[in-house]
């Protein structure tokens, strides 16, 4: 594809455009002048998760470019369930729980949108608004009749799921495509919105409703879609061992956040600082260029947290971040405050409640082996004998029979709650009262 639009041109260099529909008309209608367009986010939990990154950002850097960005929650197709490549049929939840979570990502989509910047300003606009009234013969009349089931079941994440043994497709996830094609056509008559983006996989939805709002509108509007994001060893992006990486502070800490794209690998970093980034693209080969060239671990990592971790949590969320992190490296936690170790026993560290009843009794490598923070009382044992055992920075003496009450005194609890220990040079473990 070859653009001459500035900010499709941004989009392609960065490999951020997976399909578009009518690529010439399309850079025509966004060298016009302001266009506004939207993306969809269903509320499927109580929170968005990384994967969502790439449309969130999508829309600023629209925004960026002069266009009005509508963020889409989806009230009423989160009642529904997108089929998309999906094996199974997702679980129904109930208008109470969906409309929680839709306030929830109202909240959320809220922080990477302006919504003071006049013409182009942001709206968040749920698609309830438009669908709770509609009866289901005027539905089936007006909209229906403009949707071949032939053409439906050919979309390759419908056929997927018909091809494959067991449940196959309920008419309602059958019916998905429908209402976003709705939606599509619904925002072009309200709003005058001319595009839609989304994930790759929403391909075959996105050019129902560049259908339907052409037939129904009699308006010509556009679809692109971003790539799904994924890593090159094969595993999912997005997962960790402590399971997703949220959006929401209360679910994935800004530390935890954090140290997941400092892990990111090198062959993947470059490619994730394009997409998750607003770094000028020379800026980034010239960071890539650099580390090709110097010995050690590369910046590019640093780079990508810091960046994302900021976009995500502000300017207060990447300091904790990276004060946390430099704590740990260090051996001093003499910074650390309350919410710090409050991130910490969330899931930046292991972490465990001592056992009070029974700390009198128990040995600390007794406590050590049961949390978990040793396979077995030997290396506690060596560990104390070599005195490289800290515990809130002091170290602990050389008796392997200590007992953990001790070491665990109420009045040496940090913040009355926290005992951070530290084994050797590199493992830690968080206890709490």
Known sequence: MTFENAL??????????????GNDELDKHLSEGSQTLYCGFDPTADSLHIGSLVPLL??????????????????????????????????????????????RIKSQVSRFVDFEVGDNAAEVVNNLDWTQNVDVLTFLRDVGKHFAVNSMIHKESVKQRLDREGAGI?????????????????????????????????????????????RMNRNQVFGLTLPLITKSDGTKFGKTEAGTVWLDPRKTSPY?????????ADADVYKFLRYFTFL??????????????????????????????????GEEGLQAAERITQALFSGDTSALSEDDYQQLSLDGLPSSALPLDQLAEQPLTTLF??????????????ALQR??????????????????????????????????????KKKHHLFTR
Request: proline residues 2%.
């Open 170 to 214: 309920s008419f309602t996830e059958f019916t998905y495509m429908i209402l976003q094609s709705y939606d599509f056509q619904q925002l072009n008559l309200s709003h005058g919105c001319s595009l839609q983006i989304g994930g790759s996989d929403q391909w075959g939805n996105i050019v129902g409703g560049t259908e339907l709002t052409r």
């Open 8 to 21: 499709l041109k941004d989009l392609e260099s960065r490999g951020l455009i997976a399909q578009v529909t």
């Open 387 to 424: 005195k490289a055992v800290l515990v809130n920075g002091e170290a602990i003496g050389a008796d392997q029979n200590m007992a953990a009450a001790e070491v665990f005194a109420e009045e040496k609890a940090l913040f009355g709650k926290y005992y951070l220990v530290k084994l050797g």
């Open 58 to 103: 999508a829309l600023k850097r629209f925004q960026m470019a002069g266009h009005k960005p509508l963020a889409l929650v989806g009230g009423a197709t989160g009642l529904i369930g997108d089929p998309s490549f999906k094996a199974e049929e997702r679980k129904l939840n109930t208008p109470d729980v969906v409309n929680t979570w839709v306030e």
């Open 256 to 264: 935890a956040f954090y140290q997941f794209w400092i892990g990111t």
């Open 280 to 313: 000028p693209i020379e800026q980034i080969e010239q960071i890539e260029a650099e580390d090709q060239q110097a010995q050690g671990r590369p910046q590019a990592q640093g780079v990508l947290a810091r960046e994302v971790t900021k976009l995500v949590h």
């Open 369 to 382: 082996t049961e949390s978990g923070m040793v396979k077995a009382g030997r290396e506690a044992k060596d």
